[in-house]
């Protein structure tokens, strides 16, 4: 008999436009685990309302995420996509996590703090116990690997906590306690373009380049993108702000042309005019087909509907498994 392959859960919350960084230091790894692992893949909806409670972006926004994931190249015979307020059983089982999680544990969590600090007219209980929906999220489906960002580790602790609370509490393994995952090589950040710091949602528009842009927005963002160009010796390493476009070549550049443009620098020959030049076209070449494809995509609700509906009857029912069996450790089971 075939081994089963194990669980993989990640959200993506629908707050915005989807950029190169979410797809080299998210999604790529999305389409490489899809091979590997029985992945659960959800638009975190219900996670976005802590901060982004707009009914009119909302809908917009949760088409779009998938559809660039979609476009990007997940497929979604290979995964489970859903919307996380299709599974009507992840409220339960928060409600009952929630007796097993602390107000201090979860006052002291760093991200709640930063939005205290960002949204002080805001703080809402939903920002307080949001991780323990995340961990829900993904305990809910039984998960064993959880594939996280550099940012993102204090969350997966908090996760496993809950699945060891649970777990010695109702003297059971139910919860398997999830372990971060992540390729070796896949750890990438995608710098800014204007010279530090890297690309998000929530920065500088023109330093981000979103797989929305079109052909000339793309140009446009990388001829003014920021160059210390003032002269120095040869072999000087180089600024960030120039690291930081090779690091952007190495990613939809030739090998050669890459090369090229580090012997320029390390001899003093470079012209970053040029080499935006290039940068810009090759840029285009890999967001395009992404952008044209999402696009189409967005056209067709009635696709995307189909794909959501469909993942979140997949979802459910791995997840339903889960909560009848912890209603029945707790002793709500009355017929
Ligand atoms: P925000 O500004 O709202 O925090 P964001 O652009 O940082 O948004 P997130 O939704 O926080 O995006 O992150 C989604 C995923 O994309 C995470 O896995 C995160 O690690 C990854 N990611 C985001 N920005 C980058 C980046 N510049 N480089 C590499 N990975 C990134
Ligand atoms: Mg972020």
Request: aromatic share 8%; hydrophobic share 40%.
């Amino acid at each position: 008999m075939a081994t089963e392959k194990e669980i993989v859960v990640s959200g993506i919350r629908p707050t915005g436009y989807l950029h190169l960084g979410n797809y080299f230091g998210a999604i790529r790894n999305y389409i490489r685990m899809q091979e590997d692992f029985n992945c659960y893949f959800f638009v975190a909806d219900w996670h976005s309302l802590t901060t982004h409670p707009n009914p009119k972006d909302l809908q917009g926004n949760v088409m779009r995420v998938l559809a660039e994931n979609i476009a990007s190249g997940l497929d979604p015979e290979k995964v489970t996509l859903y919307a996380q307020s299709d599974i009507a059983e992840i409220p339960e089982l928060y409600l009952l996590m929630n007796m097993l999680a602390y107000v201090g544990e979860l006052e002291k969590v760093p991200t709640f703090k930063d939005k205290v600090r960002l949204q002080p007219q805001n703080v809402n209980a939903g920002l307080l116990t949001y991780p323990v929906l995340m961990s829900v999220d993904i305990l809910i489906q039984r998960a064993v690997k959880v594939p996280v960002g550099k940012d993102q580790g204090q969350h997966l602790e908090m996760a496993r906590n809950f699945a060891q609370r649970f777990n010695r509490r109702y003297d059971t393994d139910l919860f398997p306690e999830p372990e971060a995952f992540n390729y070796g090589d896949s750890l990438v950040r995608i710098p800014s373009l204007d010279g530090s710091g890297k690309m998000s949602k929530s920065e500088n528009e023109m330093a981000t380049l979103y797989l929305a842009d079109d052909d000339d927005k793309i140009r446009n963002k990388i001829k003014k993108a920021k160059t210390d160009s003032a002269a120095v010796t040869p072999g000087t390493p180089m600024p960030e702000s120039v690291q930081n476009l090779v690091d952007l070549m190495k990613l939809v550049s030739a090998p050669d042309v890459v090369q090229f443009y580090e012997a320029a620098w390390d001899n003093q020959t470079i012209r970053f005019g040029d080499m935006k030049k290039q940068l810009g076209e090759d840029m285009v070449n890999f967001i395009a087909p992404i952008r044209e494809k999402a696009k189409d995509l967005q056209q067709d609700t009635d696709y995307l509907r189909k794909i959501m509906k469909a993942g979140a009857e997949k979802a459910r029912a791995n997840a339903a498994q889960t909560l009848q069996q912890a209603r029945k450790l707790i002793g709500l089971n009355y017929y």
